[in-house]
């Protein structure tokens, strides 16, 4: 029997790793004032939606495995596991990219001490599977000792983004804001950079149907989880409007860069005031923030191959818990294995810009792609009973295809968003052509997963009969 070690705020701070878009602030800064009310739309469109589809869904269905569950029971087991499958993969180099990106930051706070790190790049690489290898053996302990890291890291992501806030205030008050909000133009960018700043917007406010895989490891079942979903889309809209207008009171958007540019400005802000010196002790806390954010996206994806390991779907080891921490080790073992060598690969030849630029653009493709599956059973299940005692949108079955169908239109266009090449790429067709190969290779792989367990199955029952 699973033990349930997480409790309102234990959940909440999950929640807040996974689900704030703190990583994607200067992302949005560089596109200008216009992304402002982006981030708006895009939780009014996509997570608003998704937070709602969460709700209803994990009311419905019981299992393990959330969107992979949902999917498998609605349309059929070949679809759920190529859902589950794409949901799993797309993590893989997500978390790589995360570790990058929260190692790159702890280079920075530890200062002069930190520059060998940007000097030697075997050494970064290093010290950032050094890293995945110990949020691994935290898991394995189980979610009793990896949930303090989280709860750690979003108590770190509040201070940093309160912070940021204080310093961006503080530095238009003095000298004024960098960016002039006032005559600036809000027109949505319907160019290359538009697209490429939806895509990554809707990536960014994403997360918060990972809570489903949690709930049976929640104290509170199913009324926790809709509590937390509640509180969450308050601190989404908070976090993204208010952190990215930070990050424009203290830079222009051309200084803003996407993988040094929050604690750039972070940095910036702190010296324009004359407080320099606390520089390092909030990159402290935004390195707790963003490695506790990894240790919750870690977590819950594991529960993916463990769930297709019980249905049989991949070998049965993966359906395994520890005796005694009931933590997946087989599914944590390989997701801590797989990220440490796509770090090594991602870095071979390239700088640490580039291998962390190719770490987001194999994600964002791939992490979309399971919404569509998402809101296409949300929209099945809105025309079947619901489950004795379950909760559902007010408003009956109108609502619910309504925002269904919003939610569906919102991934479709972010998908097609991410087939944008950047205009940077000097072979931009070249570029799209990279993409569709690897979402075609990253489906057809679980195609062949799903094709080789259902020849295993049809081999026992013959031999069993």
């Given at each position: 029997?699973?033990?349930?070690?997480?409790?309102?705020?234990?959940?909440?701070?999950?929640?807040?790793?996974?689900?704030?878009?703190?990583?994607?602030?200067?992302?949005?800064?560089?596109?200008?004032?216009?992304?402002?009310?982006?981030?708006?739309?895009?939780?009014?469109?996509?997570?608003?939606?998704?937070?709602?589809?969460?709700?209803?869904?994990?009311?419905?269905?019981?299992?393990?495995?959330?969107?992979?569950?949902?999917?498998?029971?609605?349309?059929?087991?070949?679809?759920?596991?190529?859902?589950?499958?794409?949901?799993?993969?797309?993590?893989?180099?997500?978390?790589?990219?995360?570790?990058?990106?929260?190692?790159?930051i702890a280079a920075l706070a530890l200062g002069s001490a930190g520059k060998p790190l940007f000097a030697n790049p075997d050494a970064?690489?290093?010290?950032?599977?050094?890293?995945?290898?110990?949020?691994?053996?935290?898991?394995?302990?189980?979610?009793?000792?990896?949930?303090?890291?989280?709860?750690?890291?979003?108590?770190?992501?509040?201070?940093?983004?309160?912070?940021?806030?204080?310093?961006?205030?503080?530095?238009?008050?003095?000298?004024?804001?960098?960016?002039?909000?006032?005559?600036?133009?809000?027109?949505?960018?319907?160019?290359?950079?538009?697209?490429?700043?939806?895509?990554?917007?809707?990536?960014?406010?994403?997360?918060?149907?990972?809570?489903?895989?949690?709930?049976?490891?929640?104290?509170?079942?199913?009324?926790?989880?809709?509590?937390?979903?509640?509180?969450?889309?308050?601190?989404q809209i908070i976090v993204a409007v208010g952190g990215t207008a930070a990050v424009l009171f203290i830079m222009s958007p051309e200084?803003?860069?996407?993988?040094?540019?929050?604690?750039?400005?972070?940095?910036?802000?702190?010296?324009?005031?004359?407080?320099?010196?606390?520089?390092?002790?909030?990159?402290?806390?935004?390195?707790?923030?963003?490695?506790?954010?990894?240790?919750?996206?870690?977590?819950?994806?594991?529960?993916?191959?463990?769930?297709?390991?019980?249905?049989?779907?991949?070998?049965?080891?993966?359906?395994?818990?520890?005796?005694?921490?009931?933590?997946?080790?087989?599914?944590?073992a390989t997701q801590t294995v797989i990220t440490a060598a796509i770090i090594i690969l991602s870095q071979a030849g390239e700088s640490?810009?580039?291998?962390?630029?190719?770490?987001?653009?194999?994600?964002?493709?791939?992490?979309?792609?399971?919404?569509?599956?998402?809101?296409?059973?949300?929209?099945?299940?809105?025309?079947?009973?619901?489950?004795?005692?379950?909760?559902?949108?007010?408003?009956?079955?109108?609502?619910?295809?309504?925002?269904?169908?919003?939610?569906?239109?919102?991934?479709?266009?972010?998908?097609?968003?991410?087939?944008?090449?950047?205009?940077?790429?000097?072979?931009?067709?070249?570029?799209?052509?990279?993409?569709?190969?690897?979402?075609?290779?990253?489906?057809?792989?679980?195609?062949?997963?799903?094709?080789?367990?259902?020849?295993?199955?049809?081999?026992?029952?013959?031999?069993?009969?």
């Amino acid at each position: 029997m699973t033990t349930r070690t997480l409790g309102f705020a234990d959940l909440f701070f999950y929640a807040v790793s996974m689900a704030l878009a703190t990583r994607w602030l200067s992302t949005a800064a560089s596109a200008g004032p216009s992304s402002l009310w982006i981030w708006l739309l895009a939780v009014a469109v996509f997570s608003g939606p998704l937070i709602i589809a969460t709700a209803e869904l994990t009311t419905r269905f019981d299992g393990e495995g959330g969107v992979y569950d949902w999917t498998a029971r609605t349309f059929g087991p070949f679809w759920g596991f190529v859902c589950g499958w794409i949901y799993w993969v797309c993590n893989l180099p997500f978390f790589a990219g995360q570790l990058v990106f929260t190692m790159n930051i702890a280079a920075l706070a530890l200062g002069s001490a930190g520059k060998p790190l940007f000097a030697n790049p075997d050494a970064f690489m290093a010290a950032t599977v050094a890293l995945s290898l110990v949020i691994g053996w935290l898991h394995y302990i189980g979610l009793g000792a990896g949930k303090w890291l989280s709860n750690v890291g979003a108590i770190g992501g509040f201070a940093l983004v309160g912070a940021l806030i204080l310093i961006g205030a503080l530095v238009g008050l003095k000298h004024g804001p960098a960016t002039d909000l006032v005559h600036a133009s809000y027109a949505p960018p319907l160019n290359a950079n538009g697209a490429i700043l939806w895509a990554t917007i809707v990536f960014g406010v994403g997360g918060t149907e990972a809570l489903a895989f949690l709930r049976n490891d929640v104290r509170g079942g199913i009324k926790t989880i809709l509590k937390v979903l509640g509180v969450v889309a308050v601190v989404q809209i908070i976090v993204a409007v208010g952190g990215t207008a930070a990050v424009l009171f203290i830079m222009s958007p051309e200084a803003a860069t996407r993988l040094s540019g929050l604690p750039d400005a972070l940095a910036l802000g702190l010296n324009s005031l004359g407080a320099g010196g606390l520089a390092p002790i909030i990159l402290a806390g935004a390195f707790l923030y963003f490695l506790g954010s990894y240790s919750a996206w870690f977590g819950v994806a594991a529960r993916l191959p463990f769930a297709a390991g019980i249905d049989a779907y991949l070998p049965a080891a993966f359906g395994r818990r520890a005796p005694k921490s009931g933590a997946p080790v087989v599914s944590i073992a390989t997701q801590t294995v797989i990220t440490a060598a796509i770090i090594i690969l991602s870095q071979a030849g390239e700088s640490l810009k580039g291998a962390y630029d190719f770490l987001v653009a194999m994600s964002v493709l791939s992490y979309t792609l399971p919404f569509l599956f998402l809101f296409s059973v949300f929209l099945a299940t809105q025309f079947k009973p619901g489950s004795e005692g379950g909760w559902r949108l007010p408003g009956g079955r109108r609502t619910g295809v309504a925002v269904g169908l919003v939610g569906l239109i919102a991934t479709t266009i972010a998908v097609g968003c991410t087939l944008v090449p950047s205009p940077d790429a000097k072979d931009q067709l070249g570029e799209v052509l990279k993409l569709v190969f690897a979402a075609a290779v990253l489906i057809l792989s679980g195609v062949f997963f799903y094709a080789v367990a259902r020849w295993r199955q049809t081999v026992r029952s013959r031999a069993a009969s």
